[in-house]
């Protein structure tokens, strides 16, 4: 199988991704563009790696095993799925970036873990803004303040911002609600704690230029890059 539509898919991506960081005041480059290659095979990475990409996206620990060990070294892997805690190890040491992180529990074995094999990922505190009850995440904004007061605690990572999912049935001001929710949460944390949380990963591939124009700076974008995904393979 070919994959070479995936360049000139990702171009189009990054494209629409920078006009919609312009659009919202900032540069291009603010924004980064996370390429998720679940479910599809190596050639698909190598396709979007050989123009130019080097953030990837697995959902699954399982995934990720048999991807990284086989493809460049310098691909900056990223776990964004729901993370079990029997899989916490592989992550913490496969995974430059754990963008589901989504409670005490899992922070504090994450933190653990990583201590004990001399790695310090970089950690997202997943929050479920929408209030779906399929999501992972804490939806109170209480509970998510106190995650946020242990994971700056944590000394074997490092706790670099928050990411959400938008149902994909939302229309646009909804999406621009839960965008927007997403960041002044970070704010708070921001103020609150004293550090700074630079990242906030939000926007998939049917709502990734709203999300950037509402301050997402990590976008996780599959469909849109490689195409539909067949899971019956």
């Given at each position: 199988?070919?994959?070479?539509?995936?360049?000139?898919?990702?171009?189009?991506?990054?494209?629409?991704?920078a006009?919609?960081?312009?659009?919202?005041?900032?540069?291009?480059?603010?924004?980064?563009?996370?390429?998720?290659?679940?479910?599809?095979?190596?050639?698909?990475?190598?396709?979007?790696?050989?123009?130019?990409?080097?953030?990837?996206?697995?959902?699954?620990?399982?995934?990720?095993e048999?991807?990284?060990?086989?493809?460049?070294?310098?691909?900056?892997?990223?776990?964004?799925?729901?993370?079990?805690?029997?899989?916490?190890?592989?992550?913490?040491?496969?995974?430059s970036?754990?963008?589901?992180?989504?409670?005490?529990?899992?922070?504090?074995?994450?933190?653990?873990?990583?201590?004990?094999?001399?790695?310090?990922?970089?950690?997202?505190?997943?929050?479920?803004?929408?209030?779906?009850?399929?999501?992972?995440?804490?939806?109170?904004?209480?509970?998510?303040?106190?995650?946020?007061?242990?994971?700056?605690?944590?000394?074997?990572?490092?706790?670099?911002?928050?990411?959400?999912?938008?149902?994909?049935?939302?229309?646009?001001?909804?999406?621009?609600?839960?965008?927007?929710?997403?960041?002044?949460l970070?704010?708070?944390?921001?103020?609150?704690?004293?550090v700074?949380?630079?990242?906030?990963?939000?926007?998939?591939?049917?709502d990734?230029?709203?999300?950037?124009?509402?301050?997402?700076?990590?976008?996780?974008?599959?469909?849109?890059?490689?195409?539909r995904?067949?899971?019956?393979?």
């Amino acid at each position: 199988m070919h994959f070479d539509y995936v360049k000139q898919q990702l171009a189009q991506v990054r494209e629409a991704v920078a006009s919609a960081a312009l659009k919202s005041g900032r540069k291009a480059d603010d924004v980064k563009l996370l390429a998720v290659s679940k479910t599809f095979p190596n050639e698909a990475v190598i396709a979007a790696y050989e123009a130019g990409q080097r953030l990837f996206g697995e959902n699954k620990v399982q995934e990720l095993e048999l991807k990284a060990p086989v493809l460049p070294s310098d691909i900056a892997w990223h776990l964004i799925g729901h993370l079990q805690s029997n899989k916490v190890l592989k992550a913490v040491t496969l995974a430059s970036s754990i963008h589901s992180v989504d409670s005490l529990r899992l922070l504090q074995r994450i933190d653990r873990l990583a201590g004990e094999n001399n790695c310090k990922p970089e950690i997202l505190l997943e929050f479920n803004i929408s209030g779906e009850e399929s999501k992972f995440g804490a939806s109170a904004e209480k509970d998510a303040m106190l995650l946020a007061a242990e994971a700056v605690k944590c000394a074997n990572l490092s706790f670099r911002g928050l990411m959400t999912m938008a149902p994909l049935e939302a229309d646009e001001q909804a999406l621009r609600n839960i965008f927007s929710n997403l960041r002044k949460l970070r704010d708070l944390m921001e103020a609150e704690f004293v550090v700074k949380l630079p990242e906030l990963s939000m926007g998939m591939s049917g709502d990734y230029a709203v999300a950037v124009e509402e301050g997402s700076t990590l976008v996780r974008i599959g469909t849109a890059i490689f195409g539909r995904r067949n899971y019956a393979v």
